[in-house]
């Protein structure tokens, strides 16, 4: 494994550690991608939550990604702290449906999925387990959400009322992962789980769709990976944008839908799954604004998404006159308008203070924060704002 001779070269030479290098992450972002998404899906050792530097990449194993603490465990329905990091509590197989974000019977009349091309309301919360979805954050987020209590609104608007900016700091990551069902015919292109749902039946899921967010650039560096096959499902809302791969198809056009070689892929699941594209910067150097999306994680809206922008608009409203903060924290919307547009281009000012309004504090790009929930009376808290 070895990247061509250049500056700013992406360091290979231990691909199952984590790379955090600013430069290579703005000047070979593809590559740069692919190198966080070998690492990330490097086999986990089991008690130290970490890569196995011993272990083969493409193991049918729980990965490093899966070792990270599940947002559905960091912020708690009573706000409270979620506790020390542990060593030790890598999931394993069989994994349950509270691993994954799921569809409440009240939020059953707003959820949508793709049928013959066509976003049509849920009619049955097992349809969501046609799609399971989880978010997972590495330690270096875990500890700076739990140190500032951020893992409940209070603490939110604690952090933001005093004028502090919440900052993460380099080195955080964040994923978010999306499973179908498959056959176990499937197996041999997917990395795969066994998921015990809510009825008690078991099913085997396979790893369609993978955002990688990572804090080496000020707006963080932003990737997505997809399942080779995605655009083939019955029910695929299909890749709508082309995909960006100077990496992998540096001979051809970028949009070659390859897997690189020579970084380790041949001969295991991950030759199976495609970059479809990586984003350090709002707009291009014309000025046109830069998109990316997954045809799994941004069903119905790919023609305007991106996930920089979006995630910009991760925030909390100050209101004045307030004295306890409400279930329903104010955040700025994900969609412009009920025709589920996203969000691209430069961020607007008027989206945080147009003065007529509340305004609304940026998080750093942090939307997992949007889970946090009201701490109740008798919760324990953690907090230490220096």
């Known amino acids: 494994m070895c990247a061509a001779a250049r500056s700013n070269a992406v360091d290979w030479t231990q691909p199952w550690s984590e790379p955090h290098d600013a430069a290579a992450a703005r000047d070979q972002s593809d590559e740069y991608a692919w190198r966080l998404f070998v690492a990330l899906n490097w086999p986990a050792d089991p008690v130290e939550r970490r890569a196995d530097a011993a272990a083969h990449l493409g193991g049918q ?7 990270w603490q599940n947002a559905g465990e960091v912020y708690r329905g009573d706000g409270a702290d979620p506790g020390a990091w542990e060593k030790g509590r890598l999931d394993q197989p069989p994994a349950t449906w509270e691993r994954f974000e799921t569809v409440s019977l009240k939020d059953l009349p707003n959820a949508r999925h793709v049928v013959g091309g066509v976003m049509v309301p849920w009619v049955d919360p097992l349809e969501s387990a046609k799609r399971l979805t989880e978010i997972r954050m590495n330690r270096a987020a875990y500890e700076f959400i739990r140190v500032h209590e951020l893992y409940n609104v209070d603490g939110q608007l604690h952090a933001v009322a005093g004028g502090r900016e919440v900052r993460f700091p ?24 066994v998921v015990t749902l809510a009825d008690g039946t078991s099913r085997l899921y396979g790893l369609t769709a993978l955002h990688i967010a990572s804090k080496d650039l000020p707006m963080w560096f932003w990737a997505t990976f997809e399942h080779v096959d ?79 922008t979006c995630h910009a608009r991760a925030s909390i409203a100050l209101l004045p006159r307030v004295s306890k903060p409400s279930a329903a924290a104010l955040r700025l919307p994900i969609f412009d308008g009920p025709e589920r547009r996203g969000f691209i281009g430069t961020p607007e000012p008027a989206w945080f203070s147009d003065g007529t309004g509340p305004r609304f504090v940026p998080l750093d790009f942090v939307w997992s924060l949007s889970k946090a929930q009201p701490r109740r009376a008798n919760s324990t808290v953690h907090r230490s704002w220096q």
């Open 61 to 67: 194993q729980p990965v490093v990604w899966e070792s």
């Open 170 to 193: 380099y080195g955080v990551k964040e994923v978010k992962a999306r499973w179908r069902p498959i056959s176990a015919a499937e197996r041999s292109r997917y990395h795969t789980l």
């Open 230 to 308: 995605n655009p083939s499902l019955p029910d695929s809302d299909h890749w709508q944008l082309a995909s960006h791969d100077e990496f992998a198809c540096r001979d051809r056009d970028a949009d070659c839908n390859r897997f690189p070689s020579h970084i380790g892929l041949e001969g295991t699941v991950w030759q199976y799954y495609r970059l479809r594209g990586s984003l350090t910067s709002y707009v291009d150097p014309a000025g046109k604004a830069r998109r990316l999306a997954n045809s799994e994680l941004e069903t119905g809206f790919q023609t305007t998404a991106s996930c920089m």
